[in-house]
């Protein structure tokens, strides 16, 4: 039986998304972090976290994060196409 065990040392794929999509959405808005941080209610240490995939958000952090940039939660979530920095 082929057993996968959790690996706390590396971020999850969907950490890495929501990393990736959040820097995206950021960066294509010219909204830095400390911005991000005004809009959304969510302390720049925590974004800076997230950012780096290194926080397990709550999905309500995720909806304040969402919200920020004017996109959904779940276009936060949705996979990146060929792990590009772009969206689909």
């Not at 890495?16 to 209610?41: D, I, P, V, W, Y």
């Amino acid at each position: 039986m082929d057993v996968q065990h959790l690996r706390l040392d590396q971020p999850s794929p969907l950490k890495r998304n929501l990393a990736a999509r959040l820097s995206f959405h950021c960066a294509s808005r010219k909204m830095t972090q400390t911005a991000l941080s005004e809009r959304s209610g969510i302390a720049t240490s925590h974004i800076s976290l997230i950012s780096r995939a290194k926080a397990n958000p709550t999905l309500l952090t995720l909806e304040h994060l969402a919200d920020a940039p004017g996109v959904s939660v779940i276009e936060m979530l949705t996979p990146m196409e060929g792990g590009s920095s772009a969206p689909p």
